[in-house]
């Protein structure tokens, strides 16, 4: 069956960076567009950044500039470069996956705490 396996989270200062990482297995990792969302407490879950099959990635406006998404179909791994992190970046990163109209795979998701 599909896993995703996130890591790379953890407590980091303002300012600083950090790499989150999302192994895929069971799947066709190179025809998915992959993503990242992110949930906060209190509120909604929300599209971080997603990248195509061909490699072409897209931002939501609040980390533009900041985060660059990244696959490597060899590893079946996709990464998120997140830097100049904010307080309000503070959540759970999900990686997931899709393929044309059927339901998207999640991962189990991974903390990301942006604090001094």
């Known amino acids: 069956q599909v896993q995703l396996v996130e890591s790379g989270g953890g407590l980091v200062q303002p300012g600083g960076s950090l790499r989150l990482s999302c192994a895929a297995s069971?799947?066709?990792?190179?025809?998915?567009?992959m993503g990242w969302d992110r949930q906060a407490p209190g509120k909604q879950r929300e599209l971080v950044a997603v990248i195509s099959s061909s490699g072409t990635p897209n931002y939501a406006d609040s980390v533009k500039g900041r985060f660059t998404i990244a696959r490597d179909n060899a590893k079946n791994t996709l990464y998120l470069q997140m830097n100049s992190l904010k307080p309000e970046d503070t959540a759970v990163y999900y990686c997931?996956?899709?393929?044309?109209?059927?339901?998207?795979?999640w991962g189990q998701g991974t903390q990301v705490t942006v604090s001094s």
């Open positions: 069971g799947m066709l990792f190179s025809g998915y567009v």
């Open positions: 997931n996956a899709r393929l044309g109209f059927m339901s998207p795979y």
